[in-house]
């Protein structure tokens, strides 16, 4: 997941793209869109994922972000011939599209891993990749300094090498929960914590102080043995078990489970009622489109897509994630229409990325908390996100002095947060069977938001202002290259609808809260429960076994 976040560091190289291949700023924003475009539409590796083994998907994904990068690093450095825009589009959406196969391999693999810890995983896991473009950028600084092509080619071979080395790793096992499994991933948060707040720290020194290359070298040494850490844990872990399973077993105290006596009973009665759901003859998917099952079974893909719960899911997040991604992608240009200096732009930037995996983590480890203890459902958690989130929208719409900055931590805390709550919500409603393709399904509304709010709101919106600036002035349109607005008003109209549309997102996520309110109230992790006893069960048996 630390390498799975390139497309982050797409305005790091994106300069060298234009300069080397001499393209113009419409152009760049066409690569900008591809890499969005092939960043935010996975439903190819969730179909894919469906059908064949992780280590498959893994290594495709591998492959597929090595060429797209690969060939763009080509182009860049002038090795091949410079290649036509489509094909320029093609290696970006390529290559940024492997983030998917790696998100879909890891993410859907660890919530079936641990079923009852789905919230604590996605979160960690949407906090690394966060963290990861804040990563590769130490990496980036202390092998190549700073030479941006270079990036291109670190961005094509790293995350590739990574799915190769640990491509056998990360597969699905029998859920086995172990006593202190939470106590683990405590461990893994506070070491992630304490990643992210070096990063923080060494990025807004590296931008007051000049680094030479062997500072950048000691940085990027940190920032790897932090991230290798977890691995060590998760290894003493596995050494504490393994010497449990060696020690002898006591023949005097083997007695059999309770719940063996009462598994054995149940697997003599249940023979004639599997054959019955045996004879029960299949049916198409799409006969059974409107048949739909009770909450957290498995639904089919066509069923759990036409249902009124994922309806009202992806409109939730085509306002939330849509408005978000709409602030984070016009920051730059906010600063400058407010009169921040450069510094202080890359400073609320920097802001928005730590926070962002701040975000992440916290919905995770946080929702999981208030749902065990409190049976609080987990869409009611996003729709405070959506209500902080408009908090955010409304500090850039009426600004003060510094207002950026606070606008900044919270639209990167709620843009993150919202990410492992839709994941998580769509894991629970609609079962982990078909759960690759379902959680890159629900994941469309957030390019699509983007779109509509980002180019045919704010983007006309801004352009009408810089326009009526141009008449305030005498100028007309042909006199200038480049639509600029400065002052407060630029973004004020903008950000009004982009709070009033997460608004109305917060308010139809209400709705969800309102439907599921009884299913988050029974018990959700029951079967997977009765799944470990068997497994338990199972074991138990086998080591009576061996020992006789």
Not at 81 to 109: D, E, H, R
Not at 154 to 181: C, D, H
Not at 322 to 343: F, K, M
Not at 410 to 418: K, L, N, R, T, V
Request: glycine share 8%; hydrophobic share 45%; proline share 4%.
């Amino acid at each position: 997941m630390a390498g799975a976040g390139a497309t982050y560091l797409f305005g790091v190289y994106s300069k060298q793209i234009k300069a080397s291949l001499g393209y113009d700023q419409t152009t760049l924003n066409l690569l900008g869109f591809s890499k969005d475009l092939g960043a935010n539409v996975g439903v190819l590796s969730g179909l894919i994922a469906e059908v064949t083994p992780t280590w498959f998907v893994l290594l495709l994904g591998s492959a597929m972000n090595f060429a797209g990068y690969f060939m763009i690093w080509l182009a860049v450095t002038g090795k091949i011939a410079k290649p036509k825009v489509w094909q320029m589009c093609m290696y970006i959406c390529i290559g940024a599209n492997s983030q998917n196969f790696a998100n879909t391999g890891a993410l859907v693999t660890c919530v079936k891993n641990f079923p009852e810890s789905r919230g604590v995983m996605l979160g960690l896991l949407k906090g690394f990749v966060g963290l990861s473009g804040a990563i590769m950028t130490q990496l980036y600084l202390a092998i190549y300094g700073n030479d941006s092509k270079s990036l291109i080619l670190l961005i094509g071979w790293l995350p590739a090498a990574l799915s190769v080395v640990f491509v056998y790793t990360v597969r699905t096992m029998k859920v086995v929960r172990q006593p202190n499994e939470l106590k683990v991933f405590y461990d893994f948060l506070y070491i992630s914590i304490a990643l992210a707040l070096f990063l923080m720290v060494i990025t807004l020194v590296q931008k007051q102080v000049a680094f030479p290359q062997a500072a950048y070298a000691a940085s990027a040494t940190v920032v790897c043995a932090l991230l290798f850490v977890p691995l060590i844990i998760a290894i003493r872990e596995e050494l504490v078990l393994w010497r449990l399973k060696k020690q002898p077993l006591d023949e005097n105290k083997i007695e059999t489970p309770p719940y063996v006596i009462q598994t054995k009973h149940e697997t003599l009665m249940q023979p004639t009622n599997s054959i019955k759901k045996e004879e029960k003859p299949k049916r198409s998917c799409f006969l059974t489109i409107f048949e739909k099952p009770d909450r957290g079974e498995d639904y089919t893909i066509l069923q759990a897509l036409l249902s009124l719960d994922m309806m009202i899911l992806f409109l939730a997040t085509f306002c939330g994630l849509g408005s978000s991604l709409t602030a984070v992608d016009n920051l730059g240009q906010i600063g400058e229409s407010l009169g921040y200096p450069t510094r202080a732009i890359s400073t609320s930037v920097s802001l928005v990325s730590i926070w962002n995996y701040f975000g992440r983590v916290f919905s995770g480890f946080v929702s999981e908390a208030l749902l065990v203890k409190f049976k609080m459902p987990r869409p009611l958690m996003m729709t405070f996100v959506l209500f902080l989130s408009c908090i955010g929208h409304l500090l850039i719409a009426f600004p003060a002095p510094g207002s950026v900055y606070a606008a900044s931590v919270i639209i990167g805390f709620s843009f993150g947060a919202q990410l492992p709550l839709l994941f998580a919500i769509i894991s629970e409603l609609f079962g982990l069977k078909y759960y690759s393709t379902l959680f890159n399904c629900g994941q469309l509304a957030s390019p699509l938001g983007s779109y509509i709010l980002n180019v045919k709101v704010t983007g006309m919106l801004y352009d009408k202002e810089a326009l009526k600036e141009l008449g305030e002035k005498g100028m007309g349109r042909s006199s200038v290259k480049e639509l600029t607005c400065l002052g407060t008003h630029c973004y004020r109209v903008p950000f009004i609808v982009l709070a009033c549309v997460t608004c109305f997102g917060a308010l139809v996520s209400l709705i969800l809260v309102m439907r599921t309110r009884e299913f988050y109230k029974s018990d959700i992790y029951k079967k997977f429960r009765e799944e470990m006893k068997l497994v338990e069960t199972e074991t138990a048996l086998s080591s009576v076994n061996v020992q006789k």
